[in-house]
């Protein structure tokens, strides 16, 4: 079972920046995608932007620019650097795995229905 584990939320104020951590675990697929995905209070849960195995990214129009998505293959972590929060930003932020047992999409899906397997989440505060 493949486990994520999120950390490096926070509260910031706006135009600040944040860095958030995913460790992920038994991922023993050769291809798969990772995600991050927000969910504000009365809100559905929306994606961020992904990441695949070969490295190719893919975001959301809202975080384009400002939100960039990493992964350190050595250490098992996905990254979600974050660089001028808005409030509108303000979530609870989680990691999710998928594995992918055909070719690779161009452009890795950010879809919640798209994962199998997430973390608990982080929570990420902007103040204005």
């Known amino acids: 079972q493949v486990q994520l584990v999120e950390s490096g939320g926070g509260s910031v104020q706006t135009g600040g920046s944040l860095r958030l951590s995913c460790v992920v675990s038994r991922l023993t697929y050769s291809r798969y995608c990772l995600g991050w995905f927000r969910q504000a209070p009365g809100k559905e849960r929306e994606g961020v932007g992904a990441?695949?195995?070969?490295?190719?990214?893919n975001y959301a129009d809202s975080v384009l620019g400002r939100f960039t998505i990493s992964k350190d293959n050595t250490k098992n972590i996905l990254y979600l650097h974050m660089n001028n929060l808005e409030p509108e930003d303000t979530a609870m932020y989680y990691c999710a795995a998928a594995p992918v047992s055909g070719p690779l999409m161009l452009g890795p899906p950010y879809r919640v229905d798209y994962y199998d397997f997430w973390g608990q989440g982080t929570q990420v505060t902007v103040s204005a």
């Open positions: 990441i695949d195995s070969d490295g190719s990214t």
